[in-house]
């Protein structure tokens, strides 16, 4: 099976810096794209960030400027830098991946990282 498990979130003042990272393991033979997403309370899920596999990225217009999505294929991770936090970015932030689990060229699945809570004071 495959896993996504995030790490890094935590409490930071406004202002503050904080990096994600989502590593994935398991029966794994091709990762394609990679994201962030966030969840606040009372809030849908919405997209942070995406980064494919020729490392073209995509970001919310929100993050534009502040946060840096970038993958190492390698260590089948993604990361997110995210700089010049706001309280507003206050959420539980999600890592997603499209992977193929049987064979190289089989079709892909999306998973889903548990999420890590970040917390931004104002």
């Known amino acids: 099976q495959v896993q996504l498990v995030e790490s890094g979130g935590g409490l930071v003042q406004a202002g503050g810096s904080l990096r994600l990272s989502c590593a994935a393991s398991g029966r794994i033979f091709r990762i394609n794209d990679m994201g962030w997403y966030r969840q606040a309370p009372g809030k849908e899920r919405e997209l942070v960030a995406t980064?494919?596999?020729?490392?073209?990225?995509n970001y919310a217009d929100s993050v534009k400027g502040r946060f840096t999505i970038s993958r190492d294929n390698a260590k089948k991770t993604v990361y997110l830098q995210m700089n010049s936090l706001k309280p507003e970015d206050t959420a539980v932030y999600y890592c997603n991946a499209e992977i193929s689990s049987y064979s190289y060229w089989g079709s892909a699945t999306l998973y889903w990282g548990q999420g890590t809570q970040v917390t931004v004071s104002s």
């Open positions: 980064i494919n596999t020729g490392d073209s990225t």
